[in-house]
């Protein structure tokens, strides 16, 4: 292929410098920085409201478009992790409440791994849909995590919630800075993320993860992969289903048992955790973030229930004098709920089999309708 | 920190205010050489004494070059300083490959030998800094450069953060007389500059990273893909390394610029060479000027007979492919260049003067040259000889392979950054935001480049120069 010499189309000369004092070009200089700076902060902003909600893997955004198709038929609504997402059939549900003369027409918002703020930004999101009939929300109660493992960090998923009220809270608990609106980090704290001793080796790069987070949420990175991933098609019928349920009320089953040797590793992890005393109270950085969606909950004329799922690891989470100003149903004390600890109930220490699930659903069911009743739930 | 990370934003904001609010040359410098100190501890705060040591022997050693005149003294001196840049390096790049290649050897011949190889981490742009270094040390040797008194000076120069960690390779002789007097910001090209940062940030975050996953799924296991997928990783892989690279290049450059510093150039449109001559006069330039002004003329260059001439390619091309890393795979990728090069030599000397293989060249050199970089490429990317194998098979006689494929509309997309790459090389872009005014220029930028951040997608590739 003959190749010619390039040829410059357009040559345009650089304008003539005008002659500037050097006060002058400091504040020129200064001027059309923030222009430059205000212009990308601007075309951020403007980008956010534009583009659509991202494409998220683990049913985030499947579960999201389908309830905002179907946003005013559910006046219940369950939103929290795995613990939520495969342990409560929206349709056992509303067929006990039903039975009990309270009918209810309810949507499993759960996704596998979500945990605050994951969580609060979501319920957020659905909340800013104006769903009209909605009335209850349950939201799973549990702490704030902090951690993401490495391999996920550049996942999209890490990405879409990191909004300043997530991550500032995020910062605050991992600097123990207080939730007051003076940020105070503690001392001692400090010194050990800067020296990067024992418990806080990692604090340093989560904190610089987090402000990143945040950076790159702002300024919509990868947001155009969403864009194409929409129009790809990826969201067919049968991955929508798979994240949805065959009832298309965000139930999926999963099935399984434990085999014996790890129903022995589970007794004993029970027998453990019950022998604590159950006063582990939730971080107030967790208290003030359940704050925050309850406000938003109430917001929209609904109310938030908050919600302990029977699982081995929180078995031992205090439920009285919790700080908030809602109710929180638990069940996590395996004695009360003797049914929902037995190892034939459970797939692990934190999900339960399909017929225990059932069972919790049922039991949920019940327990709500007698909460509401006793006008602890309005 | 890389220059695609926010967080090398704010380190630079930092850089770039304080340095120009400096107003003496010395106060620049070592704020500079801190800044730069810091920027290389960001990935291992370790290896800065590495950087520091091998900087302080390469100026004990400009010094006493500059002392004395003896000839036997000054080749101990220089030969000192050669074999401790080379020594760190060959340890820290080359133990454990020679080591490990010397036991399959033996065992090659059934003499096992029990091998240790080390637990050694590679300071990231070791091969870039050494090479800065000894160019220091050759040219005050060569009497083109004379010894700097300023430990800062020199210090700075072999660590000065932009061309730091993947180049470009900068001269003693190009860089170290810009540190003589003090920048002055009337002279910094700031528009330029920005603009030259932004193309690069397009290169590497948008393209190289966008392609990334698809040539990660090819290598990985060569031998799932079809021939055709075959074709279309190896074409992605091409536009990729050229888009890192170069696209780091530009980044550094403009960097530098900003901060009143010039850096040569490293690119000049490679993939539009006709031969491969002519390609490594505009691939990697700073190296293979390098190689070829501190290594091939040395040897002896092209003098001598054809047959020396030819073991001198070989022998530069052979240490330019094991410069970019510790693995059969790159030397194969250097021998393969000098193959391609002798090739060319040969066909030009066998077709002077003969009008009929002038014409056949000026249809088919540009198609035969890039075949022939796509093909070295693919043993240059391949994890090892067995995939590269696989691959070559693949791409070069269409057979072996299995089932799975990419969609073909990925030749699209191939043709569409091919096009947009010869536009450029036509100079259609042109320059007319030069004669925009400062604060339209600002609003576009920034409006342009929040634009761009949506196409970066959400892994992030690691530089591939980086592990060289």
């Avoid at chain 2, 390098?290 to 070989?314: C, E, H, K, T």
């Avoid at chain 2, 075949?371 to 067995?386: E, H, K, W």
């Avoid at chain 2, 220029?441 to 591939?464: D, K, N, R, S, W």
Wanted: with cysteine.
């Amino acid at each position: 292929m003959p190749v010619r010499e390039p040829v410059s189309k357009v040559h345009v000369e650089p304008p003539a410098p005008q002659k500037l004092t050097g006060r002058e070009t400091v504040i020129r200089a200064l001027i059309n920085t923030g222009i430059g700076a205000a212009a990308f902060l601007i075309t951020c902003a403007g980008l956010r409201i534009a583009l659509p909600f991202p494409e998220i893997d683990g049913g985030v955004s499947q579960k999201f478009r389908f309830f905002a198709a179907h946003k005013d038929e559910f006046d219940t609504l369950f939103i929290g992790s795995s613990r939520v997402y495969f342990q409560i059939s929206p349709a056992i549900f509303d067929r006990v409440t039903r039975k009990r003369g309270m009918a209810t027409h309810s949507f499993n918002f759960g996704v596998g791994g979500m945990y605050l703020p994951e969580t609060a930004y979501l319920l957020e999101q659905i909340l800013d849909l104006k769903p009209r009939n909605l009335r209850w929300v349950f939201i799973e109660y549990d702490e704030m995590q902090t951690k993401w493992s490495p391999e996920n960090q550049t996942s999209r998923r890490a990405l879409y919630w990191a909004d300043w009220k997530r991550v500032s809270l995020l910062l605050r608990k991992l600097t123990d800075a207080g939730t007051d609106p003076l940020w105070r980090p503690n001392p001692t704290k400090l010194r050990d993320i800067v020296l990067r001793e024992e418990d806080e080796k990692n604090t340093r790069s989560l904190l610089a993860f987090y402000a990143g987070q945040f950076e790159k949420n702002y300024a919509n990175f990868a947001r155009a992969a969403d864009v194409l991933d929409y129009f790809l098609s990826r969201d067919t019928k049968k991955r929508r289903a798979s994240y949805l349920g065959t009832a298309s009320d965000g139930y999926v089953i999963r099935p399984g048992q434990m085999s014996p040797s790890q129903a022995a590793v589970y007794e004993r992890a029970l027998a453990d955790a019950m022998a604590q005393p159950r006063t582990r109270p939730l971080s107030s950085y967790a208290v003030e973030a359940y704050r925050q969606c309850a406000t938003e909950v109430r917001s929209i004329g609904a109310t938030p229930i908050f919600l302990i799922t029977p699982n081995t690891p929180q078995i031992n989470i205090a439920t009285e004098n919790t700080g908030l100003p809602s109710v929180v149903m638990a069940f996590n004390n395996p004695r009360a709920y003797p049914s929902l600890y037995g190892s034939n109930a459970h797939r692990d220490g934190q999900h339960l089999t399909k017929s225990g699930a059932e069972e919790f659903t049922r039991m949920l069911a019940a327990n709500f309708v007698e909460l509401a009743r006793a006008g602890e739930v309005k | 920190m890389t220059f695609v990370e926010f967080r090398f934003l704010w380190f630079f904001l930092l850089v770039f205010i304080v340095y120009w609010t400096m107003r003496t040359n010395t106060a620049r410098k070592v704020w500079l050489l801190l800044c730069s100190y810091a920027f290389y501890a960001a990935w291992n705060w370790k290896f800065t004494f590495l950087l520091l040591g091998s900087t302080t022997v390469d100026y004990i050693v400009g010094q006493a070059l500059g002392r004395c005149e003896s000839p036997s003294w000054r080749r101990f001196w220089i030969t000192a300083s050669v074999c401790v840049n080379l020594g760190v390096l060959g340890f820290f790049k080359y133990f454990n490959f020679f080591v490990s290649s010397a036991s399959q050897f033996l065992a090659w011949f059934g003499l096992p030998a029990s091998t240790n190889t080390l637990n050694i981490i590679l300071p990231v742009g070791i091969s870039f800094y050494t090479f800065h270094s000894m160019s220091y040390t050759i040219d005050v040797y060569r009497r083109k450069q004379p010894p700097v008194s300023s430990f800062v000076d020199l210090t700075l120069f072999v660590s000065f953060f932009p061309p730091l960690v993947a180049g470009p390779i900068v001269r003693a002789v190009y860089f170290l007389p810009q540190l003589v007097s003090s920048r002055r910001f009337s002279g910094v090209d700031v528009r330029g500059a920005v603009m030259l940062f932004l193309s690069g940030f397009i290169k590497k975050a948008c393209i190289a990273d966008g392609l990334a996953p698809t040539v990660d799924r090819y290598f990985a296991h060569p031998a799932n893909f079809t021939s055709t997928s075959a074709w279309i990783a190896v074409l992605f892989y091409t536009i990729q390394v050229y888009c890192d690279f170069s696209g780091y290049t530009d980044m550094a450059i403009a960097a530098a610029r900003l901060l009143g510093y010039q850096l040569p150039n490293n690119f000049n449109f490679p993939y539009f060479a006709r031969n491969v001559s002519d390609f490594w006069r505009r691939w990697h330039i700073s190296l293979s000027s390098w190689l070829r002004d501190y290594l091939y003329i040395p040897l002896g260059g092209n003098r001598g007979s054809r047959g020396f001439a030819y073991r001198n390619v070989i022998i530069t091309m052979v240490l330019c492919g094991l410069w970019h890393g510790a693995a059969w795979t790159f030397v194969i990728f250097g021998a393969l260049h000098a193959t391609a090069l002798l090739i060319h030599r040969e066909w030009i000397r066998l077709t002077e003067g003969l009008k009929w293989a002038a014409r056949i060249m000026r249809w088919f050199a540009w198609p035969i040259t890039m075949y022939a970089i796509c093909f070295a490429l693919i043993v240059f990317r391949a994890q090892d000889l067995s995939r590269a194998g696989t691959a070559v098979k693949q791409f070069a006689l269409f057979c072996g392979g299995g089932n799975e494929h990419f969609h073909r509309w990925l030749f699209f997309v191939i043709g569409t950054l091919a096009l947009i790459h010869w536009l450029n090389y036509r100079r259609w872009f042109g320059e007319s935001w030069r004669r925009w005014p400062a604060p339209v220029f600002a609003a576009a930028y920034g409006c342009t480049f929040a634009t761009v951040l949506l196409f970066v997608p959400p892994h992030y590739t690691p530089f591939i120069y980086f592990q060289f």
